[in-house]
């Protein structure tokens, strides 16, 4: 009985397999004999449309060579300019009905006016044209138009025949039109240019012209299909030179494949029946599937707008809501205050208590934040240990003051971080909007200077943006002044580079150039804060453009792959960016294929054509593109199907937590694999310890950069490493 049990399974489950290859064979055998079936008769039908269409335009020329025994005549041009109503109708018009059966001539004058009139063999009064004549009028002046242009001699010699011809809808029945010029036959009549008179002749299509057609290619029920009535299949659409239908030739199909689907009519149900089993459980299976990917998608929208350590809105989220906010303010004539908030302690909980401590203080902190702010109101992880609030509605200072005090207040009790209990303080910035003051980067900017303001006079308090603190501006001149002496040669900034290894560590593929200025007066200053201040004084051209000049002289005489250079995304908006760099490239004769450009992802959502210009100009002369800082903003697809990149770089941020973090090792692989699918190349940077170096690489990540592997070096020191040719070495001694 067990075995028996145990095989009943396995049975089913072949049963099943066989069941399904053979719907699956009786579905290959059906479907064959459907399209073997289709394909004659649509063969058939296209043969048919073929001979209508065809018939159609020899009908058409037909038309052109009647009109153009009476067009091309020394009489026909004499008679016409001379008026001669009897002679016109006896050879231009009545003939032309008695003899061809053109329903409709009209002999225009030189301005488009008629002289003479026919309709159905008998002569009408000019005053007829008027009411065909909006039909007529665009091929006549298409006429018009070539004569004012004639084209030359064709290659034997003869004059090319002018005519203009189309399909037009007379009294709402399609028709034959062609204009020719009434031109002289022989020398003996002369005309000027632009003084031609013309021959309009106008054959509808009607049951006599489709006869012919029909006789012609052997085809039954051949009739004019209105357009009020279903064309079906066999039927060849009447169009006008604008693409207008005007009705359809329609006729009586011959199916030879139908006879065989009746045939096989009772085997196709029976296998369109199993087929339906198979597409419903193929459905079950895709609507499951559907809702998992539904799901991993909401999930990456969230991590796009939200920080992954405290679930709060991340930067790119906050950005898109304080400019909401301050827009529907301005119409409300409502106050914003946006509260700026630091912690004071955060460097030394990290110091002494280690990363997951001061881990655990963020996920507190924006916990203690969230519950005291109003449900309206916005808080917001901007990076490491800063905060910003959006309190919607304030009606004055005060309000803010309080808000800001009683967040103080709560970060004041203490923390318990891994079995320890820390007291952190936190300084807050405080800045509100006003009628004239709705820009959010400089509501932020003030709060910046409020927060600082609050840090330099004491810690654990706030301070309120005042006009005075401006002052602050006056010390980021200085820094700009003395960042132009530098610039202008006076010394001071200097690059160092980073190498970027392979997955073993000790290839080196690259390096990454980064800007270092060791101040007389200050020391060594943060790349990152005159960075800024020569984005804000419109230094940064002049910054960009030095460094580039001095990797790209650098890169020109080592065997370094290539060389990587941060670029401003102010120098991405400049139209001649593109044309720079390919100037220093020229000057210091480094190949553009040795090249990367790093920007920041937020560069490429500003849905900016220039951006997009100086990308593809990049791009187009070898330059690569990377992205630098990948998944801490808008991580979507949208801007990368826009914008093409050779390279995304992971942010240190994500490879930080992989030691621990399930999570961040997710959205790592994730990133990785978004990379691979895209085809494009994936760096990790700040890769320290050998656990993240190991999970990157089983990750696929095979370009690594970080303190683990080799710190920012001097020129010398670099080219000192192992993997480095000696004539490297040498050409470095050289330059020094």
């Known amino acids: 009985m067990s075995a028996r049990h145990d095989s009943s399974?396995?049975?089913?489950?072949?049963?099943?397999?066989?069941?399904?290859?053979?719907?699956?064979?009786?579905?290959?055998?059906?479907?064959?004999?459907?399209?073997?079936?289709?394909?004659?008769?649509?063969?058939?039908?296209?043969?048919?449309?073929?001979?209508?269409?065809?018939?159609?335009?020899?009908?058409?020329?037909?038309?052109?060579?009647?009109?153009?025994?009476?067009?091309?005549?020394?009489?026909?041009?004499?008679?016409?300019?001379?008026?001669?109503?009897?002679?016109?109708?006896?050879?231009?018009?009545?003939?032309?009905?008695?003899?061809?059966?053109?329903?409709?001539?009209?002999?225009?004058?030189?301005?488009?006016?008629?002289?003479?009139?026919?309709r159905e063999g008998k002569v009408a009064d000019p005053s007829a044209y008027s009411q065909d004549q909006p039909?007529?009028?665009?091929?006549?002046?298409?006429?018009?138009?070539?004569?004012?242009?004639?084209?030359?001699?064709?290659?034997?010699?003869?004059?090319?025949?002018?005519?203009?011809?189309?399909?037009?809808?007379?009294?709402?029945?399609?028709?034959?039109?062609?204009?020719?010029?009434?031109?002289?036959?022989?020398?003996?009549?002369?005309?000027?240019?632009?003084?031609?008179?013309?021959?309009?002749?106008?054959?509808?299509?009607?049951?006599?012209?489709?006869?012919?057609?029909?006789?012609?290619?052997?085809?039954?029920?051949?009739?004019?299909?209105?357009?009020?009535?279903?064309?079906?299949?066999?039927?060849?659409?009447?169009?006008?030179?604008?693409?207008?239908?005007?009705?359809?030739?329609?006729?009586?199909?011959?199916?030879?494949?139908?006879?065989?689907?009746?045939?096989?009519?009772?085997?196709?149900a029976i296998a369109l029946l199993l087929a339906g089993g198979v597409l419903v459980f193929l459905l079950r299976r895709l609507r499951r599937a559907s809702a998992a990917l539904q799901t991993s998608q909401d999930e990456a929208q969230y991590l796009a707008f939200h920080d992954m350590l405290t679930g709060l809105p991340n930067r790119a989220l906050f950005d898109d809501r304080l400019r909401r906010t301050l827009l529907f303010a301005g119409q409300d004539k409502t106050?914003?205050?946006?509260?700026?908030?630091?912690?004071?302690?955060?460097?030394?909980?990290?110091?002494?208590?280690?990363?997951?401590?001061?881990?655990?203080?963020?996920?507190?902190?924006?916990?203690?934040?969230?519950?005291?702010?109003?449900?309206?109101?916005?808080?917001?992880?901007?990076?490491?240990?800063?905060?910003?609030?959006?309190?919607?509605?304030?009606?004055?200072?005060?309000?803010?003051?309080?808000?800001?005090?009683?967040?103080?207040?709560?970060?004041?009790?203490?923390?318990?971080?891994?079995?320890?209990?820390?007291?952190?303080?936190?300084?807050?910035?405080?800045?509100?909007?006003?009628?004239?003051?709705?820009?959010?980067?400089?509501?932020?900017?003030?709060?910046?200077?409020?927060?600082?303001?609050?840090?330099?006079?004491?810690?654990?308090?706030?301070?309120?943006?005042?006009?005075?603190?401006?002052?602050?501006?006056?010390?980021?001149?200085?820094?700009?002044?003395?960042?132009?002496?530098?610039?202008?040669?006076?010394?001071?900034?200097?690059?160092?580079y980073q190498p970027v290894f392979a997955a073993d560590g000790r290839a080196i593929l690259g390096a990454e150039a980064l800007i270092r200025w060791g101040h007389e007066v200050h020391g060594a200053l943060p790349a990152a804060q005159f960075i800024a201040i020569a984005e804000e004084r419109g230094l940064i051209g002049e910054l960009g453009k030095w460094v580039l000049s001095e990797a790209c002289r650098f890169a020109v005489g080592t065997e370094l792959p290539w060389i990587a250079v941060n670029i401003s995304p102010m120098q991405l908006r400049d139209i001649g960016f593109a044309e720079e760099v390919a100037e220093i490239l020229r000057e210091t004769g480094l190949d553009p294929s040795r090249l990367q450009l790093e920007t920041t992802e937020s560069v490429l959502l500003e849905h900016n054509d220039t951006i997009g210009t100086v990308i593809a100009a990049l791009r187009q002369s070898g330059v690569r593109i990377v992205l630098d800082d990948f998944g801490t903003g808008y991580s979507s697809l949208s801007y990368l199907r826009r914008q093409a990149i050779d390279k995304l770089k992971i942010d240190r941020s994500f490879v930080r937590l992989l030691d621990e973090d399930q999570s961040a090792r997710a959205i790592a692989k994730t990133l990785i694999e978004l990379a691979l699918a895209l085809k494009v190349e994936v760096t990790a940077e700040g890769v320290e310890t050998d656990t993240q170096k190991a999970l990157l690489v089983g990750m696929g990540c095979h370009q690594l950069q970080g303190y683990l592997l080799s710190p920012p070096l001097e020129p010398g020191q670099l080219l000192a490493l192992p993997g480095l040719s000696s004539a490297d070495r040498e050409r470095s001694a050289v330059r020094a």
Not at 186 to 196: F, G, I, L, N
Not at 255 to 262: E, Y
Not at 465 to 477: E, I
């Open 135 to 268: 039909a007529l009028l665009p091929t006549i002046e298409k006429l018009r138009g070539m004569l004012a242009r004639p084209p030359k001699a064709d290659m034997s010699g003869q004059p090319v025949r002018l005519a203009a011809e189309d399909l037009v809808s007379l009294d709402g029945k399609p028709a034959i039109l062609s204009v020719m010029p009434l031109v002289p036959s022989s020398d003996r009549v002369t005309q000027a240019p632009s003084t031609e008179y013309l021959h309009v002749s106008v054959e509808f299509i009607n049951d006599a012209v489709i006869g012919k057609l029909a006789g012609k290619y052997l085809l039954e029920g051949a009739r004019l299909v209105p357009l009020s009535e279903p064309a079906g299949l066999a039927a060849v659409p009447l169009v006008d030179s604008r693409g207008v239908i005007l009705g359809y030739i329609g006729w009586d199909q011959l199916r030879p494949g139908l006879a065989l689907v009746r045939k096989i009519a009772p085997a196709l």
């Open 335 to 496: 106050r914003v205050a946006l509260l700026y908030l630091d912690l004071d302690r955060f460097k030394h909980v990290n110091d002494t208590l280690g990363h997951p401590a001061g881990d655990e203080l963020v996920r507190q902190t924006a916990a203690r934040l969230k519950h005291t702010i109003r449900e309206v109101d916005t808080v917001a992880r901007l990076g490491g240990d800063e905060f910003a609030i959006i309190l919607l509605d304030v009606p004055d200072v005060g309000s803010a003051e309080d808000i800001a005090e009683r967040l103080l207040l709560k970060l004041r009790e203490p923390f318990r971080l891994i079995d320890d209990q820390v007291f952190v303080s936190a300084s807050v910035g405080i800045a509100l909007s006003s009628g004239s003051d709705i820009d959010a980067d400089d509501l932020l900017r003030k709060a910046d200077i409020a927060l600082y303001e609050a840090k330099k006079n004491g810690r654990g308090r706030y301070e309120v943006f005042a006009g005075d603190m401006d002052d602050l501006l006056l010390r980021k001149r200085k820094v700009e002044s003395e960042l132009r002496k530098a610039l202008e040669g006076e010394g001071g900034i200097k690059l160092a």
């Open 9 to 118: 399974p396995l049975t089913r489950q072949v049963t099943l397999t066989v069941l399904t290859l053979a719907a699956f064979a009786l579905a290959i055998v059906v479907g064959f004999g459907f399209y073997a079936a289709g394909q004659a008769d649509n063969a058939s039908l296209e043969r048919q449309k073929m001979f209508i269409a065809d018939g159609l335009q020899d009908q058409i020329a037909a038309v052109e060579r009647e009109q153009e025994s009476v067009s091309v005549w020394d009489d026909s041009v004499v008679n016409a300019k001379a008026g001669n109503q009897a002679w016109m109708a006896d050879n231009l018009s009545v003939w032309m009905y008695t003899y061809y059966g053109h329903n409709r001539v009209y002999i225009l004058d030189s301005a488009n006016h008629p002289i003479h009139v026919m």
